[in-house]
């Protein structure tokens, strides 16, 4: 009995190594995106677990106000 996978998880502490087919080579894949081919499982994790580094979340948007000019009000 085969279970296939019905969803990928996700997120800020999701890293991803993915074999690349027909080569010797690794894909690691971080949350933000960033994606780094190593040609092993050493190289490709240690630049997974150091890459997150100042991946901390942008500070919280703070909503200005517009100031209209002009509208004679």
Do not use: F, K, Y
């Amino acid at each position: 009995m085969t279970i296939e996978p019905t969803r990928m998880l996700t997120g800020p502490g999701v890293l991803r190594v993915v074999w690349l087919p027909g080569s010797d080579q690794l894909q690691g894949t971080c949350h933000c995106g960033a994606v780094h081919i190593a040609e092993g499982p050493v190289e490709v994790w240690d630049w997974l677990l150091a890459h997150p580094v100042g991946h901390e979340p942008p500070p919280a948007a703070t909503h200005v106000q517009p100031v209209l000019v002009g509208a004679g009000v």
